[in-house]
């Protein structure tokens, strides 16, 4: 029976917390272990096991490395998605925002071929199950302010500050 795999992490944003199923990353989540990870991972994957694991999908390696100024050591990282089709595809698509550039939500939602579900696209970033994997830091608003981030907009800062990012 597949087990979720999961350890807690030290970084330069705080402890986070790494899970994994079936070898691929399911969730990064700011802060330790907390009941709305049990939740989560339990409404994913109802009755398997968690497991503790030093570096599960090989997510802490590749933090480690990208913490270290490696900014394309995230790229590789297999995930499993666990969303609507929507969040998916938006979830899918931050990935082509790369280390050093930012997109707004406006042409997220451009990229995503709905233009004009700027908020919808926003809702679904708020929700990305693998924060810095999935870039959502790297989503700001048209008028390039960092607007809302589900880690806080000093881990969005410092993120973006990190990548090399020029904020105004």
Same mark, same amino acid.
């Not at 933090?63 to 609507?84: C, H, I, K, P, Q």
């Given at each position: 029976?597949? #087990?979720?795999?999961?350890?807690? #992490?030290?970084?330069? #944003?705080?402890?986070?917390?790494?899970? *994994?199923?079936?070898?691929?990353?399911?969730?990064?989540?700011?802060?330790? @272990?907390?009941?709305?990870? !049990?939740?989560?991972?339990?409404?994913?994957?109802?009755?398997?096991?968690?497991? &503790? &694991?030093?570096?599960?999908?090989? @997510?802490?390696?590749?933090?480690?490395?990208?913490? &270290?100024?490696?900014? !394309? *050591?995230?790229?590789?990282?297999? #995930?499993?998605?666990?969303?609507?089709?929507?969040?998916?595809?938006?979830?899918?698509?931050?990935?082509?925002?790369? @280390?050093?550039?930012?997109?707004?939500?406006?042409?997220? !939602?451009?990229?995503?071929? &709905?233009? @004009? !579900?700027?908020?919808?696209?926003?809702?679904?970033?708020?929700?990305?199950?693998?924060?810095?994997?999935?870039?959502?830091?790297?989503?700001?608003?048209?008028?390039?302010?960092?607007?809302?981030?589900?880690?806080?907009?000093?881990? /969005?800062?410092?993120?973006?500050?990190?990548? /090399?990012?020029?904020?105004?």
């Amino acid at each position: 029976m597949p #087990v979720i795999e999961m350890t807690i #992490v030290a970084s330069p #944003v705080g402890p986070l917390t790494i899970a *994994a199923h079936r070898g691929r990353l399911c969730l990064l989540h700011f802060g330790e @272990a907390s009941d709305m990870v !049990a939740t989560q991972l339990t409404r994913w994957y109802q009755r398997e096991t968690v497991r &503790s &694991s030093g570096d599960p999908a090989g @997510a802490v390696t590749a933090l480690t490395r990208y913490f &270290s100024g490696d900014m !394309a *050591a995230l790229d590789g990282l297999e #995930v499993t998605l666990n969303g609507t089709p929507f969040q998916t595809r938006v979830w899918e698509t931050l990935r082509s925002v790369n @280390a050093g550039t930012t997109a707004s939500y406006a042409e997220l !939602a451009r990229r995503v071929g &709905s233009p @004009a !579900a700027v908020r919808a696209v926003g809702a679904a970033n708020g929700a990305n199950p693998v924060a810095i994997v999935l870039p959502c830091h790297r989503i700001i608003g048209t008028n390039g302010s960092l607007t809302g981030y589900g880690g806080g907009l000093d881990r /969005k800062r410092w993120l973006l500050e990190h990548e /090399k990012v020029r904020l105004f």
